[in-house]
């Protein structure tokens, strides 16, 4: 098993190391593992927000003559650095549930059938498609899949067998067990059989390769504030193919998707391009924060943050099987490094008030997601592997002594 000097050694030769030291890390002992939830600070950021905050008081509306297409500019940065698009395919406006509904709303007003989403999947794009369905009366198709391993490609073709499917929404990376989707083949089987997919990128955008374009995605949306570190409440990012943009037609006809904006007219007619998807004025000042930090993770390349994160997991795998599998846990992603993201979900029938206890009592900020699992993120660009060893000692320790059993079984609204 490897030691505290090993995960040291591992530091040492970690090529990524430097990164850590461009993030805020004012939290020492504490150790922050919650990065899946919301990404540190990066120092770059801080400096670019306050440049952009002195560029409104000086320059006031005119500066809207470049502002105004940051959303784009920026969609443009995550096209080339982060998700393997094109030019003009990606946008940065609104959050992932507002982009969601765009992409899903247009979608739904061309083709008929039901909308077909895993029942494990993420809440917002469950609801989403409920509301949906229920405005269309299309019918809500939940597709059953094993609850570490998420859906398959047979779950997925079984799902798709009947012919009657408008829609598949799934997730790269499943929220609550981190499981890792299989998208070049469930998207080239959806394809052959003639339904669209739209893949929640969420969990993986910055530290999984995604490559749209090479593997044929059609549509995506993703938020920035996980492993982007773009900051709590970063708008969100939405993809549309080229190929596919003249076909559809946003449900949200704001007055930035028009495509003769500033003559006011009547009436409403879809801009070209990627920009008819965009809605109301965008967060200029949020978009700083995105265009910078999507440059430090791009500077750094997500195949080799993909590398180290698949090394920090494989680290939890092994000393939650050494220290935490005989105090009753049990692992709730999957084994196959291949096979998951960038975070380690341990379960455990007392796992809110093991949560709240690292937190209050060992200085380990995880999270939890009902009913069982405590989730322990690890972005590569400033996790350390000591990090991984020093936090599940803590968890060790802490689970042996019973301390959690002092903590009160209440629960907040922010878990």
């Known amino acids: 098993m490897t030691g505290r000097a090993g995960a040291a050694a591992l530091d040492a030769a970690d090529p990524l190391a430097p990164f850590r030291e461009r993030f805020v890390l004012g939290d020492e002992p504490r150790l922050y593992l919650d990065g899946n939830s919301l990404g540190r600070l990066p120092l770059a950021t801080r400096a670019r927000l306050a440049a952009a905050v002195g560029e409104w008081g000086e320059r006031l509306v005119t500066g809207w003559h470049e502002w105004i297409e940051l959303p784009r500019r920026v969609g443009d940065r995550l096209a080339r650095g982060v998700l393997g698009a094109g030019e003009g395919e990606v946008l940065v406006a609104d959050s992932t549930t507002v982009d969601l509904y765009k992409l899903c709303g247009a979608l739904v007003a061309m083709r008929d059938g039901a909308l077909l ?81 739209l893949w929640d990128l969420c969990h993986s955008a910055g530290v999984v390769p995604v490559d749209l374009r090479a593997h044929g995605v059609e549509l995506a949306v993703g938020c920035t504030y996980k492993y982007l570190n773009a900051g709590p409440g970063a708008p969100a990012f939405l993809y549309v193919a080229r190929e596919l943009q003249p076909r559809l037609r946003s449900p949200i006809a704001g007055w930035f998707a028009q495509r003769d904006q500033f003559a ?30 999507a440059a430090l993770v791009a500077e750094a390349g997500v195949e080799a943050a993909r590398e180290k994160s698949i090394a920090l997991t494989e680290l939890v795998v092994e000393l939650h ?12 992603t999957p084994r196959d490094p291949a096979r998951r993201g960038s975070h380690v979900s341990l379960r455990h029938p007392d796992a809110w008030r093991i949560c709240r206890a690292l937190i209050e009592r060992a200085d380990v900020v995880p999270d939890f997601r009902a009913p069982d699992s405590i989730r322990l993120g690890v972005p590569p660009l400033y996790t350390r592997f000591v990090d991984v060893w020093d936090a599940l000692d803590r968890l060790r320790a802490l689970v042996s002594a019973g301390e959690h059993e002092l903590v009160r079984r209440d629960s907040s609204r922010v878990t």
Not at 136 to 164: I, N, Q, S
Not at 282 to 290: N, S, Y
Not at 321 to 328: I, N, R
């Open 264 to 293: 006011m007219g009547h009436p409403h007619v879809p801009a070209d391009g990627v920009d008819r998807f965009l809605a109301g004025t965008p967060p200029i000042l949020l978009l700083a924060a995105v265009d910078e930090s």
């Open 321 to 332: 099987d050494a220290w935490l599998e005989p105090l009753g846990f049990t692992l709730g």
């Open 117 to 197: 989403v895993p029942r494990d999947e993420f809440p917002t794009d469950r609801y989403v498609l409920q509301a949906l369905a229920e405005q269309h009366g299309r019918e809500l198709r939940l597709l059953d899949a094993d609850p570490v391993d998420g859906p398959g490609v047979d779950d997925v073709e079984a799902a798709l067998a009947g012919g009657d499917v408008a829609l598949l929404v799934l997730s790269h990376v499943n929220y609550r067990s981190g499981a890792l989707a299989d998208l070049p083949a469930i998207t080239a089987l959806a394809r052959r059989r003639g339904v669209p997919v």
